[in-house]
Nanobody, 125 residues
């Protein structure tokens, strides 16, 4: 499975962006898909995930109410809609997927075995 993330850019505080992640290869609509982000000098952190079995959505507290994850299985694409962006959201954003994630570890980056290359989001104040 190959993941290709896109949609990042330079925006102002308060703006919105939508990131896309297209999957190719042996994809499965039964995979858990997620977004992580990594700011300079910091560890990669969980942002949001859509669990494979229930399609339930899970978000980090820092983005809850502002970001949402969705997927279009017909297009093999996962989206991250980001609203009310702030400078603290500046990071490289990575999409990830796995067919073996369970609820207890879906926020753990080690649980994902497929990763996209990252797309940079920069928010100016």
């Amino acid at each position: 499975v190959q993941l290709q993330a896109s949609g990042g850019g330079l925006v102002q505080a308060g703006d919105s962006l939508r990131l896309s992640c297209v999957a190719s290869g042996r994809t499965s609509s039964g995979s858990t898909v997620a977004w992580f982000r990594q700011a300079p000098g910091k560890e990669r952190e969980f942002v949001a995930a859509m669990f494979r079995r229930s399609s339930s959505i899970h978000c980090a507290d820092s983005v809850k109410g502002r970001f949402t994850i969705s997927r279009d299985n017909a297009k093999n694409t996962v989206y991250l809609q980001m609203n009310s962006l702030g400078p603290e959201d500046t990071a490289a954003y990575y999409c990830a997927a796995s067919s073996s994630v369970i609820l207890s570890n879906l926020r753990n980056r080690a649980a994902y075995n497929y990763w996209g290359q990252g797309t940079q989001v920069t928010v100016s104040s």
